[in-house]
């Protein structure tokens, strides 16, 4: 592969410079390379993966079918990788990341331990110039930010959380060395998708497991199967029509919607039809129940008493099945984890549940957490409190555009984007992946943005330009549409989606409440008119 401008691996002058080597950094690092430009990624890691290297926790999988979540840019890799199970664990997905950097020639443009600290727009010579914390800096012609919505460990503001003195994780930070909880007395904050993964996969080795849950949420299974011969074979022998089916995927799923509402079944039909979808595989329980669902709040309620009743089916203890069933929320209302004998695991004797709604935390203490029902003592405490959502990594690289405008002052109420890609007043940067991103299978979406990025410095460097800055009038619209959409999200106004959880933090959307159809529309619109405005000497 021909470099542009032939630099050493960790040349001080790139074209491209990449921050983040997760599931969309390498592919932007990909397209980059491919397309002859100099390029260099930091990681702040001391490995790629991005989310599947930092999350090392007991339990963590995949809930995106393995194959749909993979790269489709290459049928060869598509052919020579086999994914083990539909829902591949961590360790397999870290391996499967590593072999597509060394396979596509991509470590040598990588530089690990690289924290971004600072990243600071030259306007004269059109340049950003990257700074880590270990006092490298690089000056290139482009900034792509690649650092993910869920890469910030977000911890509790809990008094006393400093003064425990056993050990304690966050799943973000799990330590590479394996983590013996034999015989440890766990407690686990925290029931989103991370918590419910965590919980069964040590209950059996733990001597006791305290879950800690606030908000109930409608847990389903997973559905996980290991990956036999037949299907690996159909996989092999339906690259392309997998490949167009997921590039024409709203959610970036292989699942075929209903085709049917709640209205058009009876109420045995319902339940039958709820049976199904009960054992279907993770996000199949939006994208293949009724097509009225989110939206007909009847339905919706008969489909959580189903799972309710699942639950009661499940759980022997009706006061802990109880606590278990979301009363605040039906099913969407907040993001829907995806598990694997969760709710079994509270049938075993060293396994509670303490609900924080009934007896919330009054503080931590040196040998335990005490909560208004009293004081329970452990080994090991797992904050798996979630994550300062889509904006957290980006406010915290010191990133300062034109006139000296930082970003966090921009952002000061709320991510404000285009496409959920640039950012008025910051030219040649871009952030795919990054707030304003669907919900959904997230490297199908960002593949697409990643794309746009590409074409966008493609086009930049055919036309011999050496500026780019998205007009002010083109990110209202944006913003527009999602102050418009947004009423129509299903997410509750709490949690990460809105920065709820995030002390301090503005509360506002983070996600693109018009998903796949208005980012196709937008780029579409843009495209076709030739991004007035977006390149120096023109105007909008
Ligand atoms: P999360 O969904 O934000 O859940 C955080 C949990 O901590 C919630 O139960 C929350 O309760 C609780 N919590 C937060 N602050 C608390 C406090 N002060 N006191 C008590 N409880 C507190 O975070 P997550 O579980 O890490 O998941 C984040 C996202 O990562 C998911 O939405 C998903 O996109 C992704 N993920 C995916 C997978 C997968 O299977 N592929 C696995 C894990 C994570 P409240 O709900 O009441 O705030």
């Known amino acids: 592969m021909k470099l ?117 727009w030259d306007a004269e010579g059109c340049q950003w110039t990257t700074g880590t914390e270990d006092g490298f ?84 299974p997973l559905n996980n199967h290991p990956i036999e011969a037949e299907q690996q074979a159909y996989l092999k022998a339906n690259f392309a029509p997998i490949k167009a089916a997921l590039d024409a995927s709203v959610g970036g799923f292989l699942h075929q919607p209903a085709g049917k509402k709640w209205t058009d079944d009876t109420p045995e039909q319902r339940q039958e039809f709820f049976e199904t979808v009960w054992n279907s595989p993770g996000f199949a329980k939006i994208s293949t ?39 605040d929320h039906l099913y969407v209302g907040l993001r829907p984890p995806y598990v694997t004998g969760y709710y079994e695991m509270y049938n075993r004797p060293n396994v509670e549940l303490v609900s924080l709604r009934e007896s919330p935390i009054v503080k931590v203490t040196e040998t335990g957490i005490e909560t208004s029902d009293g004081l329970r003592e452990f080994d090991v405490i ?36 285009y496409l959920g890609i640039m950012a008025h007043g910051f030219p040649n940067f871009f952030f795919p992946g990054g707030p304003h991103g669907a919900a959904g299978n997230n490297p199908r979406y960002g593949e697409l943005q990643i794309l746009f990025v590409q074409g966008l410095i493609d086009r930049m460097r055919a036309r011999a330009r050496a500026r780019i800055e998205v007009p002010k009038a083109d990110e209202q619209a944006w913003m527009d549409m999602i102050a418009q959409l947004e009423a129509y999200s299903p997410f509750q106004k709490r949690g990460q989606y809105y920065g709820v959880n995030t002390p301090g933090k503005p509360q506002a959307y983070l996600l693109n409440p018009g998903g796949r159809p208005k980012l196709d529309e937008f780029m579409a619109k843009a495209a076709d008119a030739g991004y007035p405005g977006f390149f120096e000497g023109e105007t909008s």
């Open 4 to 120: 542009a401008v032939p630099v050493g691996p960790l040349g001080q002058q790139a074209d491209v410079v990449i921050v983040g080597a997760g599931i969309l950094g390498i592919n932007q690092l990909y397209r980059a390379v491919r397309a002859g430009y100099s390029a260099l990624l930091l990681e702040q890691g001391d490995g790629v993966g991005g989310t599947w290297y930092w999350n090392r926790y007991p339990g963590c999988r995949f809930d995106s079918e393995s194959y749909t979540y993979g790269y489709l840019f290459s049928e060869e890799l598509w052919q020579e990788w086999d994914w083990s199970e539909e829902f591949a664990p961590q360790p397999e997905t870290e391996r499967y990341l590593n072999r597509v950097v060394d396979k596509f020639g991509l470590r040598p443009h990588i530089r690990l331990n690289s924290r971004v600290s600072s990243a600071v």
């Open 137 to 220: 800096q690089v000056r290139s012609r482009y900034l792509i930010a690649t650092t993910g919505v869920l890469s910030v460990p977000q911890y509790p503001d809990v008094p006393g959380r400093e003064d425990f003195r056993g050990a304690t994780y966050h799943p973000v930070r799990w330590p590479k060395e394996p983590v013996d909880l034999r015989g440890k007395r766990v407690a686990v904050i925290g029931t989103g998708s991370t918590g419910v993964q965590i919980g069964p996969a040590i209950a059996g080795e733990v001597e006791s497991l305290v879950m800690y849950q606030r908000s109930a949420t409608w847990a389903t």
């Open 289 to 327: 129940n009724y097509d009225d669902l989110i939206f007909n709040t009847e339905a919706n309620a008969d489909w959580c008493a189903f799972m309710a009743g699942k639950i009661r089916g499940i759980v022997s203890d009706p006061a802990t099945a109880d606590k278990l069933i979301p009363t």
């Open 382 to 417: 797992i904050w798996a409190t979630g994550f300062d959502f889509g904006s957290g990594a980006m406010l915290r690289m010191g990133i300062v555009g034109e006139g000296g405008l930082t970003l966090n002052d921009y952002w000061a109420d709320g991510p404000l984007t």
